[in-house]
């Protein structure tokens, strides 16, 4: 028969060993969190500028494919482009790559089963807010991303060129 300060010791020591346990656990859970919020993170601001320069470019494909001429659809292209506001320090604001701006009415004669178009393309740079390295692999080079996207839309107002 064990006496009972014996117990009460046994007890004290299961107590204060499950206090332990419980102190590594509870960090370990707040050091995934930490990781997890970050990555969420990254992946939001991502996210964000991807979707930024997707509807940029489009909204400029689209308005470029209003003109008439080239000059004046790279001008309402840019114009277009700047109603898509970045925060300019994560997300910077969409440009036009214009040496990859093509605007093609085929001179008002396009070849048959062909229609004149307009190609935009924009590119943004995005900025990782916690970049973290996993077994040697990370996000981009020096914490940032540039994203690039290119839309075709047929153009809606040729210039008639009468023969």
Do not use: W
């Amino acid at each position: 028969m064990k006496s009972k300060k014996s117990q009460t010791n046994h007890a004290c020591q299961m107590r204060s060993g499950s206090v332990g346990s419980a102190i590594i656990e509870l960090s370990i859970i707040a050091s995934l969190l930490v990781v997890i919020t970050l990555l969420c993170a990254n992946v939001g601001i991502i996210a964000l500028a991807s979707t930024i320069n997707d509807s940029a470019c489009r909204d400029a494909a689209r308005a470029a494919a209003q003109a008439s001429s080239s000059s004046t659809a790279l001008k309402l292209a840019q114009a277009a482009i700047k109603a898509h506001y970045a925060d300019g320090y994560f997300v910077t604001q969409p440009t036009i790559n214009t040496s990859a701006f093509v605007y093609q009415d085929y001179a008002g004669n396009p070849p048959p089963a062909t229609s004149p178009y307009v190609q935009v393309t924009t590119s943004s740079n995005v900025r990782i807010p916690a970049p973290i390295v996993f077994f040697g692999a990370k996000f981009g080079s020096g914490g940032s991303l540039t994203f690039t996207r290119t839309y075709t839309f047929p153009i809606v107002k040729t210039q008639l060129y009468l023969l």
